[in-house]
């Protein structure tokens, strides 16, 4: 035998049923638990006295408290979300860790903090060129100081690097294509994601 509440709360709901008697509790025969865990205690009981004696659905409180359930994650979608998300940042650590060697033998840094350092110092330099206004262009390679440069040799280093990291943003991209498109848990860890493939 176990005990409920004797009235419902303000959703409907008997509450969880419990082994012992408490104050102003009724009674739940065994016989009727199945029918009463069924509808997660929304239900429309009969009572004799202090004992159920009949079990149904209360269906609209259920349907009620079923709607204020958010539904559960769809395991794959959140998986192909955490894989796109480590193939984004994974791109960012290897553009950081991958300098792109120049004509000059030096290596020059890719990530998009300093790609947009240099095409401001470009645009510097080319407003000034326009203006026929003194300024003095300089660059550094990774961990050196600055040095001058003149704007066609800067330019040259600006494109390759941009066709660099668009190459490897495009495989990023094509990777992450094709994980949104996988519909198995299986067919998304068989995707590789291999910057270093990217020629």
């Known amino acids: 035998m176990l005990y ?3 009235r419902p709360d303000e959703t409907g709901n008997y509450g969880n049923p419990m082994g012992q008697p408490f104050p102003d509790c009724i009674k739940l025969p065994d016989e009727l638990l199945a029918d009463y865990l069924t509808y997660n205690g929304f239900t429309i009981l009969t009572i004799d006295g202090d004992t159920v004696t009949a079990v149904e659905p209360n269906t609209e409180a259920w349907d009620a408290w079923k709607a204020t359930i958010p539904p559960e994650p769809d395991p794959l979608e959140t998986a192909k979300a955490e894989r796109i998300a480590q193939s984004k940042a994974d791109l960012e650590t290897y553009l ?3 300098p792109l060697q120049w004509t ?14 240099l095409t401001s110092k470009i645009m510097a330099a080319t407003m000034a060129q326009t203006l026929s206004a003194d300024y003095i262009l300089t660059w550094n390679s990774t961990g050196e100081v600055c040095k001058e440069w003149t704007l066609q040799d800067l330019s040259a280093l600006a494109f390759a690097i941009d066709a660099r990291v668009t190459k490897l943003v495009g495989y990023q991209q094509a990777q992450e294509v094709a994980m949104r498109n996988v519909e198995t848990l299986d067919e998304l860890n068989a ?9």
């Open 96 to 98: 950081a860790e991958h």
């Open 104 to 117: 000059d033998g030096e290596y020059y840094s890719i990530t998009a903090e300093k790609q947009n350092q």
């Open 4 to 6: 409920l509440y004797s």
């Open 191 to 199: 995707i590789e994601v291999d910057y270093d493939a990217v020629s």
